[in-house]
């Protein structure tokens, strides 16, 4: 195996979710600056980015965000929290930046590789986020899902589904971040057990966004590891055709 193989094994192995952190740690906010820089770097679908990363770090900040995590140790002791965000309403403003950016490395429109990237970009995108009008967003995509009935065809992609398509590259991100900060000497709980309502208030989000997991990041406690790792046999999940 090779040398980055094992370490990325290894951090990969020590990873856990940890609910107990050290308060009294001179925690590292860097870590978690250089943990995002690589979350963003996480595959997500289309490129479209449609992610927001909220760094909670002054005292007041946190003890609001205990509260909004139900009072969870993995909140109330975090030396900084990062509340990953689903912002599926934002496709219009990153897909902005996107043609932007094609106009600059594919200047020439007309060229064929240019021409397959515009028209994906310029008509497929539209047509898959704009859900301003849901009922005529899944009669439109009903119609083109019959019409192509006879061949593989993308089926997810009714107004229920866009949400869930940004939800998806957002926890890549996610465990990307938890990743580098295990790397970084420090350790980390996501948490889905939150009121989701108040957290948006209090994020001042729209309704459209949608939180993916808060997660709590710290010098953990072996206290704060709560039992031995356990899944299920591999042969009940991984299966080969
Ligand atoms: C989306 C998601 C939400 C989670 N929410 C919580 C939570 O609210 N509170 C908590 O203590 N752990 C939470 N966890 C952590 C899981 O319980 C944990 O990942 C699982 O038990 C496996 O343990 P390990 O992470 O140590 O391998 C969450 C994990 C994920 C991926």
Partial sequence: MKKEAEIFHQ???DRRSVRKFDTNYNFDHDAVKRSLDSAILSA????MQLWEFYRIRSAAARERMAALC??????KTANELVVFVARPDLWEKRLESLLAHFSVIMPDKEDRKAKLTYRYYEQWIPQLYDVRFPLWHDLKMKALIWKNK???FM???LTRDVPIIAHKSVALAAQTFMLSIKAEGYDSCPMEGHDSHRLKEFLNLPSAA???MVVGVGKGLPEGVYGDRFRVPNEDVIFEL
Avoid: C, M, T, Y
Avoid at 70 to 75: F, R, V, Y
């Fill in 44 to 47: 997500n679908s289309s490129n």
């Fill in 155 to 157: 089926r997810d992609v």
């Fill in 70 to 75: 139900l009072g969870q140790n993995a909140a």
């Fill in 210 to 212: 949608e939180i993916s």
């Fill in 150 to 152: 006879s061949k593989p």
């Fill in 11 to 13: 951090i990969v192995e």
